[in-house]
């Protein structure tokens, strides 16, 4: 079976998303103009034609819980669809146990996500990278993983060094690396730089990558552009720590959802293809335990 492992669904009827619904607003990613709309399972499946399962990665909601129960409905009325989720977690929270508790009577949930770094001139702003320095946020990974949930990363390539001295202290954290680490520099010197790095992560044993999101930072990406970012992953990480994620709808401001496929399957080898586009991802989700065969 085929899985998507990092996409988002959204009602705005039913919950509320200030990023998604702020207008003029030109985030780093583009324009979310397009992509204010609802972008339901069924809008989502329909683009997904091939894959027969998902990991719904929160996206920002207001309420975290309102987002992840939605989620969870959705899940509940489409049991042929197996879908698990990562849900929103401050891990730095004096709430934390309290907020995991609620979120792990969801079934769907396989893990959180709190991000660490969106791209430089935002984080500039929201001041996240300041979650590296916390003893709490540290503490909160260490009772993620406790529970056996997983932790969804997603910060830039001047964070790695700190991030995996943090994650050297919990090695008990399973971790995915989303969009492959949100390699900005698209320069050859940026690429050799950002692959230099990576090895910080990839070296930690716990923590596995997604090839996703790449549009994100050039928007008018090619096979070839993307190559050696896909190629690196592959050789850091290994098939078995690789799995595929279209970020849709997000990435639908630059491709279409095959376009994204095609590219991948072109550059991932036979022999990875099974891993990246289903096994690893059913291992790390737990998705045979969701609904169905993995």
């Not at 492959?180 to 596995?208: C, F, I, K, M």
């Amino acid at each position: 079976m085929r899985i998507d492992a990092h996409h988002h669904l959204w009602d705005l009827s039913a919950v509320h998303y200030p990023w998604l619904m702020a207008k003029g607003a030109r985030r780093f990613f583009g324009d979310p103009a397009p992509i204010q709309r609802n972008y339901p399972l069924e809008d989502f499946r329909a683009d997904a034609r091939g894959f027969g399962a998902s990991v719904h990665i929160q996206v920002g909601a207001e309420d975290a819980f309102a987002e992840a129960s939605w989620v969870q409905d959705v899940a509940d009325a489409n049991p042929d669809w197996p879908m698990a989720q990562v849900a929103f977690a401050d891990l730095a929270s004096d709430r934390l146990g309290m907020e995991l508790d609620r979120m792990q009577e969801l079934p769907s949930v396989r893990g959180v996500r709190q991000i660490v770094g969106r791209a430089p001139e935002e984080d500039m702003a929201t001041g996240t990278n300041d979650l590296l320095d916390d003893p709490r946020f540290v503490n909160g990974l260490r009772e993620v993983g406790r529970r056996g949930l997983s932790f969804d990363l997603q910060l830039i390539p001047e964070l790695y060094g700190a991030m995996a001295d943090v994650l050297s202290d919990v090695p008990g954290t399973r971790v995915a690396l989303c969009h492959a680490g949100s390699p900005h520099d698209r320069t050859p010197e940026g690429l050799t730089a950002w692959t230099g790095e990576l090895g910080r992560l990839s070296g930690l044993p716990q923590v596995s990558v997604k090839l996703s999101g790449l549009g994100m930072f050039e928007h008018d990406w090619t096979k070839g552009s993307v190559q050696p970012i896909v190629e690196a992953c592959l050789d850091q990480f290994g098939a078995a720590r690789c799995m595929f994620g279209s970020n849709f709808p997000v990435d639908s401001l630059y491709s279409d959802y095959r376009a994204i496929v095609e590219a991948y399957e072109s550059l991932v080898p036979d022999e990875a293809k099974p891993a990246v586009f289903g096994v690893t991802a059913a291992a790390f989700y737990g998705l045979g335990e969701t609904r169905g065969e993995a």
